[in-house]
């Protein structure tokens, strides 16, 4: 049986099992623009350089309806990340939350299911935000994840509140014993004045294929203040479709970055509203790609209301038979006059069979607006290997140098010390920089 | 050190040395002068290897190496040094990761240890008064934003920190003011030694009232047309270069 | 660089015309008067029938209707496109004449026969047909509705070698060179405009430039729809062989009607090794009226091919009217160190949309490509720039660069830009940037201030911001374009 006609079935089995949930309905609704709009394929404008309708022919399995964990904390300390001792920890296992695995150290924080949440106290606030990247990515796989909202998390910063420890959240997929489809699904609610760093993560263990689709909602209030760091890392058969949609709805900031090593296939999604006046935020990805590697960024900022600041910088490096897709809009709506945005996307092409697809895209409808955005691709500079070879140092190394040095801007947005320190150290030994 | 025979370059298919013949000896100073296009910039490029250029004809012999058959990296680590007449800028990459890199890998060239940042770090300062370079400007990244005079700065200090055998100033002069001069020339002269030999490639002759040679040559139209004590810089600088063009006009090539 | 002593030049053009621009911002779409003249003209709608009526019509041999019912037998299975940034109701094909041809009591053996009404027309749209008053050599072939009413220069022409005439004559006279080269470059089921071209194209103009020849005058069609009701599809072929070059004008206008008008020209160039084709565009078709009513449907496929070594391709546009623009003049760079360019200024205004742009295809080793787009919007208009870069896995060394502005006046209007950019070989360099602005108050305030009124000052400020393209046409056209410019956005600033 293929993964569609599975999904089919197992959509019953969930809503009759949980019959009584206050997410019923968004899911009924999701479902049904599922079944319209299917698996996204090439043809569809978004998709068109990334192939994922194929995947799902395989037999992938959704999770059980029971919560069962699978595993265990020592098969997850490997996905840990530096810092991890200090950090509040939320662990996803095959898309389903799991509090006996997770740990809240930050006083404030609140980590509740996402059925309370829309059933309680944030039942507004849920039902404002809950599903609201829907309106910017209108596909089956959008449609998917909330389709089968279960195991999901509703996280409350609240007012004033500036977190003393860092969140990381582990999505871990267990494709020891089956093909997994896993679905982890957040809604993060960010108050008035509150403070936060973010780090989400992917791993997959075992051997067999895996399909993540993990979604994060986020709603940001008047001048908080959010640091969103994505790490990708994962192993070569497992594909990962990742959206990150981010609504400020007061003058905030967020600075997010995105930093993609696997050799999987993997798809970003990262949208920015920009719903108050006076937002701003900061948008950077560097991606690494070797092997059979396919990456693929598609950013949106949408300007809705004037005087907001954007500011998007992608870079990245293709190797082996790697590809590279980046796609970034900026929206400029009538009303959002003095738009700053700015955008760019560089691109190092290092092997005969690597390639980039780019596409930075433009949308204005407000006349007082400076917008621009750039993008390159390339090979490395010859003038800069010829002037580090002409100091006596390897053309090899002189590479990794420079390669390292193109990294370097988007490295230096990670102001998680410890992070970047191990950031940058696999990205040394991806360029054997370490060896020299 | 080395020796230039009858050496010929072009680029893409424009012929632009046509039998160079130039013979530098330890401790010498040698200026190469001519006028703009006459190939003095393209002398120095295919010393160092860049490879725009093709090398269609004639030897070189550097330390007694035939230096055409090395990589652009093995001349520098043999002692070759090019002072850029325009420096790279290296967004990411900052001037003393740079240049340790450099450092050790020469070291590693010639069966030697690389050093440890202790010693790096004295080696660095040791070599930063000599030549008057601000810490901050090597910590910042490679030549990027730096003004004109600070690029050449750091190409002097870079030279400094390889201690190179024949170091060839690309038009270091270019650009600069004459306190800026001044400056790169001092540290130039704190360099000289009884072991090690300068080439200076320049359009005018005020470096040379700086740097003093020993010889100066008249690159033009691609071949060295006369050459002389260091008084032939005056001569030029008073008659201008058109007396060169009217005496050696350029003739069809055979 | 190469140009450097002639921008000086250029630049006294611009200023000199200055007064012309003042004059004409206040006037308004001026080519928008009907010819009274009786036309030949096909029973409305598509079928089989038309097609075979119009090859009939044209006398043409067997094997060009067996190519258009290709063409139409294939149409029939397309479905018109829609991934353009371009909204209009859908078009009834049955409820277009598909052929239109002014009638003329016998047909002109020299340029003195022409109907008198006719010529006043083209007099009228400042296109002289007369040789002997041309000042500039400027070789005409002058297209009205579906058919093209005459052709200057050509004896003169004819001396060198080169063929310039009618697409129909064409067919009847050099059928061996229209067979092969005709829709080699776009082919019949390209897309379904082509097709659809393909099967119902009446007239247009050919050209053939032998080998080592440089053309000595600019060769200008001139396309003006007349009739009511009627579709307009022309069909171009320039063929350059190896080592010529060419200069090659379009321009058009169309009465003012209240109904839309369908255009669906195809355009195939191709220059083989060391040839190099300049192709301008000044197109101001009838855009609609300030409400968004009426204006011309404007569906171009242009295309060619460098496919010899060395060669060049040149596309100029200045797209001014239309109430619907779709076009993107391409360039499928094979020939290795062939060189594509791209250089295009779009106004749209009132309701106006254009969704407009290139394609360079880097197929040859050492192939460059320049887009050079600029994009200005005002009214209610939306206006769309959309290329593709392409970089093929062999096309080693391959250089593109695109810059690619808008300007907008008014927060009533749009501006897109819809840059595809796909590299396949890692020593190509490719750069593509954009901006976005508008027209500084300081700017407008400092030309107030030198006593320029605002209406020059913007008239001004958009030449300026369009200059790069402007410079690249022929003399000629430039001064009309900048006209052009003014008059399509007069009104939008206040």
């Known amino acids: 049986m293929s993964t569609i006609d599975y999904i089919k079935e197992h959509f019953d089995r969930l809503q009759s099992a949980e019959h009584s949930s206050s997410l019923q309905a968004i899911r009924q609704q999701a479902f049904q623009a599922f079944s319209k709009w299917g698996i996204p394929t090439v043809k569809h404008e978004e998709w068109k350089y990334t192939r994922i309708s194929s995947l799902f022919n395989k037999a992938y399995q959704l999770p059980p309806l029971q919560e069962a964990v699978t595993v265990s904390p020592a098969d997850i300390a490997s996905a840990f990340l530096p810092g991890h001792e200090q950090a509040n920890a939320l662990v996803f296992v095959n898309g389903l939350y799991m509090p006996s695995l997770s740990v809240i150290r930050s006083a404030g924080l609140r980590v509740i299911p996402l059925e309370d949440a829309a059933s309680g106290e944030f039942k507004e606030v849920v039902a404002k935000n809950l599903g609201h990247s829907r309106h910017y990515l209108k596909d089956g796989i959008n449609a998917l994840s909330t389709a089968f909202l279960q195991g999901a998390v509703f996280m409350h910063v609240p007012k004033g509140c500036t977190l003393e420890h860092p969140v990381y959240i582990y999505n871990i997929t267990d494709a020891r014993s089956a093909s997994i489809l896993a679905q982890p699904r957040s809604l993060v609610f960010v108050q008035e004045r509150a403070n936060v760093e973010i780090v989400e993560t992917f791993a997959t263990l075992g051997m067999t294929d895996s399909f993540t689709n993990q979604v994060m909602e986020m709603v940001v209030e008047q001048d908080a203040v959010v640091e969103y760091y994505k790490i990708q890392n994962d192993v070569s058969h497992a594909t990962l479709v990742s959206t990150t949609h981010i609504r400020q709805t007061g003058k905030s900031e967020v600075h997010t970055v995105t930093i993609s090593l696997g050799e999987g296939i993997v798809r970003n999604n990262l949208n920015m509203v920009m719903d108050a006046e006076r937002c701003e935020s900061h948008l950077y990805g560097l991606y690494l790609q070797q092997g059979n590697g396919h990456i693929d960024n598609h950013t949106i900022v949408d300007n809705v209301s004037p005087n907001c600041y954007s500011n998007e910088l992608y870079k990245g490096v293709m190797d082996g038979h790697a590809t590279g897709v980046f796609n970034g809009k900026i929206f400029v709506r009538q009303d959002a006059q003095k738009t700053n945005a700015y955008q760019s996307n560089k691109n190092i092409l290092l092997s005969d069979n690597a390639s980039v697809n780019t596409k930075p895209q433009l949308e204005i409808f407000a006349d007082d607006v400076k917008c621009s955005h750039g993008c390159t691709v390339g090979r490395l500079d010859d003038e800069g290997l010829f002037y580090l070879r002409s100091r006596g140092i390897r053309e090899k190394i002189a590479r990794s140098l420079l390669l390292h040095a193109f990294a370097v801007d988007v490295l230096e947005q990670i102001k998680n010390g410890a992070l970047r320190q191990y950031i940058d150290k696999l990205i040394e030994e991806r360029l054997e920089i370490d060896q020299l | 050190m080395l020796s230039i025979q009858n050496l010929r370059a072009e680029i893409e298919g424009k012929k632009i040395l046509k039998g160079i013949n130039l013979d530098i000896k330890p401790g010498e100073v040698h200026a190469i002068m001519g006028p703009n296009g006459s190939g003095k910039s393209t002398l120095a490029s295919v010393l160092a290897g860049r490879e725009d250029y093709d090398v269609t004809g004639g030897t070189v012999s550097f330390l007694g190496k035939n230096l055409l058959e090395l990589s652009p990296e093995d001349r520098a680590k043999e002692g070759l040094f090019l002072a850029f007449q325009y420096p790279v800028e290296i967004p990411g990459l900052t001037t003393t990761n740079f240049i340790k890199t450099a450092v050790n890998e020469k070291r590693k060239y010639h069966g030697q240890e690389p050093l440890d940042a202790v010693a790096f770090l004295k080696l660095m300062k040791e070599k930063m008064a000599l030549v008057n370079i601000d810490q901050s400007l090597l910590s910042r990244s490679l030549n990027e934003g730096f003004s004109g005079g600070e690029k050449k700065r750091n190409e002097i200090f870079q030279m400094a920190m390889l201690e190179p055998k024949l170091a060839i100033l690309d038009e270091t002069d270019s650009g600069l003011d004459i306190d800026a001069i001044r400056i790169v020339a001092n540290g130039v002269n704190k360099l000289r030694n009884k072991e090690n030999a300068v080439l200076v490639v320049t359009h005018y002759q005020r470096l040379l009232d700086y740097i003093v040679p020993d010889f100066v040559h008249v690159l033009y139209n691609g071949r060295i047309v006369k050459s002389g004590p260091k008084e032939l810089a005056l001569e030029l600088e008073e008659r201008g270069y058109d007396f060169i063009k009217n005496e050696f006009p350029v003739s069809e090539e055979v | ?494």
């Open chain 3, 1 to 494: 660089m190469k140009t450097e002593t002639a921008e000086p030049l250029k630049d006294n053009r611009v200023d000199d015309d200055l007064s012309t621009i003042e004059k004409t911002v206040l006037s308004d779409y001026k080519y928008g008067f009907v010819t009274n003249i009786e036309a030949d003209t096909a029973p409305k709608g598509l079928n089989e029938d038309i097609v075979r009526f119009i090859s009939a019509k044209k006398n043409e041999p067997e094997w060009m209707l067996e190519w258009r019912l290709k063409a139409y037998r294939h149409w029939l299975k397309m479905e018109a496109p829609n991934w353009a940034n371009l909204t209009y109701p859908p078009i009834d094909f049955q409820d277009i004449i598909y052929y239109a041809a002014p009638k003329q009591k016998v047909k002109p053996k020299s340029l003195d026969e022409i109907d008198p009404e006719l010529r006043k027309t083209f007099e009228k749209l400042g296109i002289s047909l007369d040789e002997q008053k041309r000042l500039t050599g400027v070789a005409v072939d002058a297209v009205i509705d579906s058919v093209s009413i005459a052709t200057t220069f050509k004896e003169q022409l004819a001396e060198l070698g080169i063929i310039f005439c009618s697409m129909s004559e064409a067919i009847q006279h050099h059928p061996e060179l229209v067979r092969k080269y005709l829709s080699s470059v776009v082919p019949v089921t390209d897309n379904y405009f082509a097709a659809l071209n393909s099967a119902v194209f009446s007239d247009g103009s050919f050209c053939y430039i032998p080998k080592g020849v440089r053309c000595p005058m600019e060769l200008s069609t001139y396309f003006r729809i007349n009739a009511e009701n009627t579709g307009q599809f022309e069909r171009t072929l320039i063929v350059a062989e190896e080592g010529s070059y060419v200069s090659y004008l379009e321009g058009c206008t169309a009465p003012m009607r209240d109904e839309n008008q369908l255009h669906a020209a195809v355009v195939e160039l191709v220059a083989m090794e060391h040839a190099e084709i300049k192709y301008s565009t000044v197109q101001n078709w009838y855009p609609g009226d300030k409400e968004g009513n009426g204006g011309i449907y404007n569906f171009v496929t242009k295309r060619g091919i460098c496919q010899g070594a060395h060669s060049k391709i040149s596309w100029t546009q200045v797209e001014t009217g239309s109430a619907i623009t779709w076009k993107y003049p391409s360039v499928i760079l094979k020939g290795d160190y062939s060189v594509g360019e791209f250089y295009s200024v779009a106004v749209t205004n009132n309701h106006q949309q254009a969704d407009t742009g290139t394609k360079m295809q880097h197929l040859g080793k050492n192939t460059r490509s320049r887009i050079v787009s600029k994009g200005i919007s005002a009214g209610f208009s939306n206006n769309s720039y959309r290329g593709l870069v392409h970089v093929s896995k062999k096309a080693d060394n391959a250089r593109n660069f695109s810059q690619c502005d808008s300007l907008l006046l008014g927060d009533k209007c749009g501006a897109h830009t819809f840059p595809y950019i796909e590299v396949k070989n890692n020593t190509a360099v490719v750069e593509h940037e954009a901006t976005t602005s508008k027209i500084g108050e300081d700017q407008i305030f400092y030309c107030n201030q030198r006593g320029i009124d605002t209406e020059t000052a913007v008239a001004l400020i958009i030449n300026g911001f369009a200059k790069e393209v402007m410079n690249q046409l022929p003399m000629e056209f430039a001064v009309e374009a900048q006209k052009l410019l003014a008059i399509s956005l007069e009104g939008s600033v206040g």
